[in-house]
């Protein structure tokens, strides 16, 4: 549990996980900005995700992937940590996910407490 209120980017394009992930991190003190596709974060958040404490984003959204806003995102600037999430993992996927910055990789399902204790060691290094 996160010893100290951060400042959370959720992109997840699932609604029902999206909202829990909120809660959880709601509930450990943390402030959540949650967007339903990286497009979305894009058009409103960019100055957001690049001034939180920590980013989560699943790998496969609907249009832009989290892999690809998480390259795109580090091309402007230093980048907070970035935790990949996704349902659907692939031989050779996490090492992708690291090469584009990623600081964790969380395969779902995962509970609450290992995606506080990503965020936790991401933000920590």
């Given at each position: 549990m996160p010893d100290r209120i951060m400042d959370i980017v959720l992109v997840e394009d699932d609604a029902s996980l999206r909202l829990a992930m909120q809660r959880v991190l709601l509930a450990a003190g943390c402030i959540v900005l949650a967007y339903r596709s990286a497009e979305a974060l894009i058009e409103t958040g960019v100055d957001k995700a690049k001034q939180c404490d920590c980013l989560v984003l699943d790998i496969s959204l609907p249009g832009i992937s989290g892999i690809?806003?998480?390259?795109?995102?580090?091309?402007?600037?230093?980048?907070?940590?970035?935790?990949?999430?996704?349902?659907?993992?692939?031989?050779?996927?996490?090492?992708?996910?690291?090469?584009?910055?990623?600081?964790?990789?969380?395969?779902?399902?995962?509970?609450?407490?290992?995606?506080?204790?990503?965020?936790?060691?991401?933000?920590?290094?």
């Open positions: 690809d806003l998480c390259r795109t995102l580090r091309t402007s600037g230093p980048l907070p940590p970035c935790i990949l999430i996704t349902g659907h993992d692939t031989p050779g996927q996490r090492d992708i996910a690291i090469r584009a910055g990623a600081s964790d990789y969380l395969l779902k399902p995962f509970t609450g407490t290992d995606l506080l204790e990503a965020i936790t060691r991401a933000v920590a290094a």
